[in-house]
């Protein structure tokens, strides 16, 4: 994941130094102003083609092409290879856009208990003890921290938690003497659940640690996040 995210600038780095040392002794006279300007959407389709190649998932995958045709859409626009009305495809994209994140918080698990909103504020459970209990948390331009290590758990009680993040996010902290099980979408995101990560344009990722101990507490955390980042470590 890291190597993914550093190719991209690292190489396109080089090939603007690379361009500004030969015009610097004389052997070409490009326009750095004029290339970024004409083939800017290059930087698409590498992007495009990086989730590709370093795909876990479906998530990876819908997210390489879509930037992929992207790119290639707007470059062929610039470079003359064809005509596409930019205007039309983004008044389809963002209507889809939100139709897609609406379905994928309707496909979250149906949770019982207490409910918990931070709607342009916060809510933090880090410091003092606190009973953990099934429910569900709503960040929406807002966040959430969760020390579990402070919550009082059960032994051999499972846990349900639900998580949502729109424009906002949440962080949760796990015992270590707990068995866990996390799962999740993301749509203009980031996931990152005990060490594994993804994001993008859509995503999905799972994780679990099994406690050594038989009758630990059992935690399931169900994430879906849009416009934000959900982490859990």
Not at 110 to 137: C, Q
């Amino acid at each position: 994941m890291r190597g993914r995210k550093q190719w991209l600038p690292g190489g396109l780095l080089i090939v603007l130094g690379t361009i500004l040392l030969l015009n610097n002794l004389g052997y070409t006279t490009i326009s750095i102003g004029w290339l970024i300007r004409q083939f800017w959407p290059v930087v698409l389709i590498l992007w495009g083609i990086s989730f590709l190649v370093g795909r876990k998932g479906t998530g990876e995958l819908v997210t390489g092409l879509v930037l992929v045709v992207l790119g290639v859409v707007m470059l062929g626009n610039r470079l003359g290879w064809f005509v596409f009305e930019m205007k039309r495809m983004w008044a389809f994209l963002w209507p889809l856009v939100l139709i897609i994140i609406g379905v994928n918080f309707l496909r979250g698990p149906n949770v019982t208990g207490r409910s918990n909103t931070a709607f342009m504020s916060g809510i933090e459970k880090t410091k003092a003890s606190w009973e953990l209990e099934d429910g569900t948390y709503w960040a929406i331009m807002g966040g959430i921290s969760l020390d579990l290590n402070k919550a009082r758990l059960e032994p051999g009680r499972e846990y349900q938690l639900s998580c949502n993040v729109l424009m906002g996010g949440i962080e949760i902290i796990v015992p270590a003497e707990a068995t866990v099980y996390c799962e999740g979408s993301v749509m203009l995101g980031g996931l990152e659940m005990l060490g594994e990560e993804t994001g993008g344009i859509y995503a999905s990722l799972a994780a679990e640690r099994v406690a050594a101990e038989s009758h630990a507490p059992v935690i399931r955390i169900h994430c879906r996040a849009a416009m934000g980042g959900i982490e859990i470590s």
